[in-house]
């Protein structure tokens, strides 16, 4: 088992994942905290209103998308 450790792609590996794993907690953590300021700030009502509508354009955004590609493919 030490030997894989001492192997040098290993460590090249070992070194990506961290830096990965590292930006993708990092990336998660800010996002909570910028998510809790704009809470606070907008209030209630209006955060509710921002997430719903966030919400409805993610929406209509996946089935454009959806409805676009499967046109695309099925044209082919």
Do not use: C
């Not at 792609?9 to 990336?27: D, H, I, P």
């Not at 905290?33 to 209630?44: K, Q």
């Not at 719903?52 to 099925?74: I, K, N, R």
């Amino acid at each position: 088992m030490l030997q894989l450790f001492a192997r040098p792609g290993f460590r090249k590996y070992f070194a990506n994942t961290s830096w990965l794993l590292g930006e993708r907690v990092l990336r998660m953590a800010v996002s909570l905290f910028v998510g809790i300021y704009v809470a606070r700030y907008l209030g209630p009502e209006r955060f509710g209103l921002l997430s719903y509508t966030l919400s409805f354009v993610g929406y209509s955004v996946h089935w454009l998308l959806l409805d676009w590609t499967t046109s695309l493919y099925v044209n082919w």
